[in-house]
């Protein structure tokens, strides 16, 4: 069976609304490469935060994995996010499957990678499956903040941020009313999600949602990424770090 051929077929309309909505390429993968399930594992999971402060220059492993996640989490919730309010079927999301493997051509490219397997199938999510995809990533999120030595709390702020900015930006599209109203159940769905579901005191999304700036048109974190260290980044704050408020 060739699986990445028979999914390019059912997932041309999906693939098409990412590629203009969300600018996201797919690639597949073969077996013997790193998923997240793998990184569950402490070597493994070592490694691959050690791979990636290798390839962004960071100066140490907890600017690494603030990085790490806040670039995968584009790829790991955003698209299924997407789908599941437009009602396109779309692969079944699976942290077997999710792989985090580089090429050697990588500079944050904008590619969802993953496992060309037969477990791969396509679906509507459903708000059930939302839920289990966020348990998975509590799960995984302790997991790396403990190999990383960063702050859990830290790593889901990073995913709120992306999915916060997700909606912002996608509101300012001229979009259906169907897709508006998937998007906004979303929204209503994560903000009254309980902070004891993701293992924190408040949560996280709600929190970013209610911490608008209006003098710098954006949510503020409470809690800086690390971006700045970064020699790409030529010590720039991020314009919602709260450092800026500092200056």
Same mark, same amino acid.
């Given at each position: 069976?060739?699986?990445?051929?028979?999914?390019?077929?059912?997932?041309?309309?999906?693939?098409? #609304?990412? /590629?203009?909505?969300?600018?996201?390429?797919?690639?597949?993968?073969?077996?013997?490469?790193?998923?997240?399930?793998?990184?569950?594992?402490?070597?493994?999971?070592?490694?691959?935060?050690?791979?990636?402060?290798?390839?962004?220059?960071?100066?140490?492993?907890?600017?690494?994995?603030?990085?790490?996640?806040?670039?995968?989490?584009?790829?790991?919730?955003?698209?299924?996010?997407?789908?599941?309010?437009?009602?396109?079927?779309?692969?079944?999301?699976?942290?077997?499957?999710?792989?985090?493997?580089?090429?050697?051509?990588?500079?944050?490219?904008?590619?969802? !990678?993953?496992?060309?397997?037969?477990?791969?199938?396509?679906?509507? #999510?459903?708000?059930?499956?939302?839920?289990?995809?966020?348990?998975?990533?509590?799960?995984?999120?302790?997991?790396?903040?403990?190999?990383?030595?960063?702050?859990?709390?830290?790593?889901?702020?990073?995913?709120?941020?992306?999915?916060?900015?997700?909606?912002?930006?996608?509101? !300012?599209?001229?979009?259906?009313?169907? #897709?508006?109203?998937?998007?906004?159940?979303?929204?209503?769905?994560?903000?009254?999600?309980?902070? /004891?579901?993701?293992?924190?005191?408040?949560?996280?999304?709600?929190?970013?949602?209610?911490?608008?700036?209006? *003098?710098?048109?954006?949510?503020?974190?409470?809690?800086?990424?690390?971006?700045?260290?970064? *020699?790409?980044?030529? /010590?720039?704050?991020?314009?919602?770090?709260?450092?800026?408020?500092?200056?």
């Amino acid at each position: 069976m060739n699986t990445c051929c028979d999914l390019d077929v059912e997932l041309a309309t999906t693939f098409t #609304m990412l /590629q203009q909505n969300l600018k996201l390429e797919i690639c597949y993968f073969p077996t013997n490469v790193t998923t997240l399930v793998d990184l569950l594992d402490d070597v493994v999971c070592k490694n691959t935060l050690q791979n990636f402060a290798a390839r962004i220059h960071a100066k140490n492993l907890r600017c690494a994995t603030s990085l790490f996640i806040k670039y995968w989490s584009t790829f790991w919730v955003l698209p299924f996010l997407y789908s599941q309010a437009a009602s396109l079927p779309f692969v079944k999301w699976q942290s077997s499957t999710l792989v985090v493997d580089l090429p050697k051509t990588w500079y944050w490219d904008r590619t969802l !990678q993953l496992l060309d397997s037969p477990k791969l199938s396509l679906h509507v #999510m459903s708000f059930q499956e939302i839920e289990l995809m966020l348990n998975q990533l509590s799960m995984l999120f302790s997991q790396i903040a403990k190999i990383g030595r960063v702050s859990y709390t830290l790593l889901w702020e990073n995913v709120a941020v992306r999915v916060v900015q997700f909606y912002h930006a996608l509101q !300012q599209q001229n979009l259906g009313k169907d #897709m508006l109203e998937g998007l906004l159940q979303q929204q209503q769905w994560l903000k009254a999600k309980s902070a /004891q579901s993701f293992s924190l005191k408040e949560n996280p999304f709600a929190k970013l949602w209610a911490n608008w700036h209006p *003098e710098l048109n954006t949510y503020m974190r409470e809690k800086c990424c690390f971006y700045f260290q970064l *020699e790409e980044a030529g /010590q720039a704050l991020c314009r919602n770090c709260p450092l800026q408020l500092k200056k």
